[in-house]
Nanobody
Framework: QVQLVESGGGLGQAGGSLRLSCAAS????????MAWYRQGPGKQRELVAA???????NYADSVKGRFTISRDNAKNTVYLQMNSLKPEDTAVYYC???????????????WGQGTQVTVSS
């Protein structure tokens, strides 16, 4: 059973930094794209950043130049380095991965449980 486990959330200050990690485990053969989404209070879930298996990245306009997504394929882990934090970055951050495992013929989408990030002004 594939699982995504996030860590690194918490309380940050405006202008500060936080780093999120998401480790995938459970019969993994290959991980294609990985991404971070977030859902702020009263808002819909939105894509923050994504990275392909080859390392190409894409960012929401609101985080470009401040956040950096990266991955360690040997560890099946994706990271989100968040710099120059703003109060509007406050949200629950979710890890997403497209995973081919030994129990499925095709890659499936998986979500982490979410980690709270709160940025104080």
């Amino acid at each position: 059973q594939v699982q995504l486990v996030e860590s690194g959330g918490g309380l940050g200050q405006a202008g500060g930094s936080l780093r999120l990690s998401c480790a995938a485990s459970g019969g993994i053969l290959r991980i294609n794209g990985m991404a971070w989404y977030r859902q702020g209070p009263g808002k819909q879930r939105e894509l923050v950043a994504a990275i392909t298996g080859a390392g190409s990245t894409n960012y929401a306009d609101s985080v470009k130049g401040r956040f950096t997504i990266s991955r360690d394929n040997a560890k099946n882990t994706v990271y989100l380095q968040m710099n120059s934090l703003k109060p509007e970055d406050t949200a629950v951050y979710y890890c997403h991965a497209d995973v081919l495992s030994g129990s499925n013929w095709f890659a499936q989408a998986y979500w982490g449980q979410g980690t709270q990030v709160t940025v104080s002004s």
